[in-house]
């Protein structure tokens, strides 16, 4: 996650979600402590995935069936939209941060602008890390946070202790706060594993994975660029993931030797 994670723009009664505004700030508030008595399941995480997707899809622009990055997209993930127990569908955002997230739904959005960047094998280690995300229930704790925030509730002085309906006012502020959640560094290091397994189980180059973070840790060199804020915040200490990833690979006789990782400087979709 975008982290789920993978921070968009506060909304307001009349404003709409973009993806490319990335500043959720604090006008929503802070959780309280209480929150962890609040009564969330996986259940709840699911459907308030869904209206937040649901209303992300509708306020960004969409890359239709017949659009490069979605027959791309289509062609290395239509055999995975059932993975691991998982029901998945897949679209992209065609927009310029660098971000791709998974919902506890089964959503899984992936940004243009990184799709630009990456090969097949690194988008495939990304996503497998995000889908990681939602098999290891890391969603779970980030929409809880979001709908905390955009209910304005203290679950510990709330007048119900379960999931109320939403405007849909809420539900823009609910998805921003998504996205602009973080994972733990141990739900990140679990994700890295899944990702480095759902490679490996697959037969695609597990080498995919430390070009990825090689390539992140690139973007985040002397740069502030907003692009690419997102993914780099949702996903730190890139140099040193991408040196586990080589660890292991080299341990699983699976390391091939890419050469020095560079960014393109063309689009990898057109």
Not at 231 to 249: G, I, L, T, Y
Request: hydrophobic share 40%; charged share 25%.
């Amino acid at each position: 996650m975008k982290k789920m994670a993978i921070g968009l723009l506060l909304l307001g009664a009349v404003c709409t979600v973009n993806a490319q505004k990335i500043n959720l700030g604090k006008a929503v508030g802070v959780v309280s402590k209480g929150a962890k008595a609040f009564t969330f399941t996986n259940e709840d995480a699911i459907k308030l995935s869904k209206e937040s997707v649901d209303y992300m899809d509708k306020n960004n622009q969409v890359a239709g069936p017949k659009d490069p990055y979605t027959i791309r997209l289509n062609k290395l993930f239509a055999k995975h939209k059932s993975q691991d127990g998982l029901t998945l569908n897949y679209k992209v955002y065609k927009v310029k941060d660098i971000n791709a997230f998974a919902c506890a739904d089964g959503s899984v959005r992936v940004f243009s602008s990184l799709m630009d960047i990456m090969t097949d094998d690194e988008l495939l280690a990304v996503i497998g890390h995000e889908i990681g995300h939602v098999k290891n229930q890391d969603t779970k704790d980030a929409m809880k946070s979001a709908y905390l925030k955009a209910a304005a509730l203290d679950a510990a002085s709330s007048a119900s202790a379960t999931v109320s309906t939403l405007n849909e006012s809420q539900v823009g502020k609910m998805a921003n706060a998504f996205l602009d959640a973080s994972h733990s560094k141990k739900q990140e290091s679990e994700a890295d594993t899944y990702s480095y397994d759902f490679m490996k189980a697959n037969n695609y180059n597990v080498v995919g994975a430390y070009r990825a973070f090689k390539k992140l840790a690139l973007l985040s060199e002397g740069s502030t660029q907003s692009g690419f804020e997102k993914m780099f915040n949702s996903h730190p200490d890139s140099e040193k993931r991408a040196q586990a990833v080589k660890k292991r690979a080299e341990k699983d006789g699976l390391w091939k030797d890419p050469g020095t990782v560079t960014l393109p400087k063309t689009k990898l979709t057109s």
